[in-house]
């Protein structure tokens, strides 16, 4: 399966927006829209926070937003708050009907 | 509003069979379009799909667990149901299971997930 690569770890201060990327390959970011980011705070099960590259999920905030270029597809949050330190994993579903998911990127909030 | 709830055995022994239920309320699981799927994240690490199983039995497994892995569905029960097959101490993880509606590789909603151990 293709691997999706996620940045370890990224931080910012509440107010400041950080951007996670998950990078893969032409063959599959780069050429398939199917790309979800999941949110994961400690001891907690993941939480759908955008499907499809780009589409919220309805009561997740606006200040979550997605995008893709080429083979990196982007979570950006924006007006960071202390509530959103956790750990965000992007998936890709695969023209082969599997599923790979990122490694994983811990956000801290300092 | 479709909830999951995972159960089964929080201790399984080395060469076992690993044997979890995922019960689905609020819904059928019949649902047409949805697909119930499990999910798994070995301690402090990241997330790894196992499969998908729709109501009609057809399968799609992680390649890299296909051998070792078994789906099935109960509609009379409203559950869904995951067996591992000679499991080692790298088995140990906490096991959610999940939908995804439409099979567009996007999962919601989770249950609470569930850890296995294996350990003698």
């Known amino acids: 399966q293709s691997a999706l690569t996620q940045p370890p770890s990224v931080s910012g201060s509440p107010g400041q927006s950080v951007t996670i990327s998950c990078t893969g390959t032409s063959s599959d970011v780069g050429s398939n829209d199917r790309v979800s980011w999941y949110q994961q705070p400690p001891g907690t099960a993941p939480k759908l926070m955008i499907f499809?590259?780009?589409n919220r999920p309805s009561g997740v905030p606006d200040r979550f937003s997605g995008s893709k270029s080429g083979n990196t597809a982007s979570l950006t949050i924006s007006g960071l708050q202390a509530e959103d330190e956790a750990d965000y994993y992007c998936?890709?579903?695969?023209?082969?009907?599997?599923?790979?998911f990122g490694g994983g990127t811990k956000l801290t909030v300092l | 509003q479709v909830q999951l709830q995972e159960s089964g055995p929080g201790l399984v022994k080395p060469s076992q069979t690993l044997s979890l239920t995922c019960t689905v309320s609020g819904g059928s699981i019949s649902i047409g379009g949805y697909y119930w799927t499990w999910i798994r994240q070995h301690p402090g690490k990241g997330l790894e799909w196992i499969g998908y199983?729709?109501?009609?039995?057809?399968?799609y497994y992680n390649p890299s667990l296909k051998s070792r892995v078994t789906m099935s569905v109960d509609t009379s029960k409203n559950q869904f149901s995951l067996k591992l097959s000679s499991v080692t101490a790298a088995d140990t993880a906490v096991y959610y299971c999940?939908?995804?509606?439409?099979?567009?590789?996007?999962?919601?909603?989770w249950g609470q997930g569930t850890l296995v151990t294996v350990s003698s």
């Open positions: 499809e590259v780009s």
């Open positions: 999940a939908t995804d509606r439409g099979l567009r590789g996007w999962f919601d909603p």
């Open positions: 199983i729709y109501y009609t039995g057809n399968t």
């Open positions: 998936s890709l579903y695969t023209s082969s009907s599997t599923l790979v």
